[in-house]
């Protein structure tokens, strides 16, 4: 059974640079027709898709968000991570880890969330 699992900071100020860590177990990150990302669902909002790595390595982001994030993977770890710059308080949300599959063609696995708080 897979599980992925975010871990995260909590609380970051603005400005500042957003880390989070999807850890995946169960499962591995390099198998074909998966794809791993980061989805969130900010307070009274729908989800918005953030970013996603293939099981090649390859990365794709949403437009409007593409030049603060960047998306990255450790296959030994089994983990893949989400950088986020210059955050503002509009970055507060719930930050999901995800996995799309193709055999379903939709997200089969998500992780609990973690809260990210934007405040000084």
């Known amino acids: 059974q897979v599980q992925v699992q975010e871990s995260g900071p909590g609380l970051v100020k603005p400005s500042q640079t957003l880390f989070l860590t999807c850890t995946v177990s169960?499962?591995?990150?390099?198998?074909?027709?998966?794809?791993w990302g980061w989805i969130r669902q900010s307070p009274g909002k729908g989800l918005e898709w953030l970013a996603t790595?293939?099981?090649?390595?390859?990365?794709y982001y949403r437009p409007s968000l593409k030049s603060r994030t960047s998306i990255s993977r450790d296959t030994n770890k089994s983990q893949f991570t989400l950088q986020m710059t210059a955050v503002t308080p509009e970055d507060t949300a719930k930050y999901y880890c995800?996995?799309?599959?193709?055999?379903?063609?939709?997200?089969?696995?998500w992780g609990q969330g973690t809260q990210v708080t934007v405040s000084s």
């Open positions: 790595v293939d099981y090649n390595g390859g990365t």
């Open positions: 995800t996995r799309w599959s193709a055999d379903t063609a939709g997200y089969d696995y």
């Open positions: 169960g499962g591995s990150i390099t198998t074909k027709d998966h794809l």
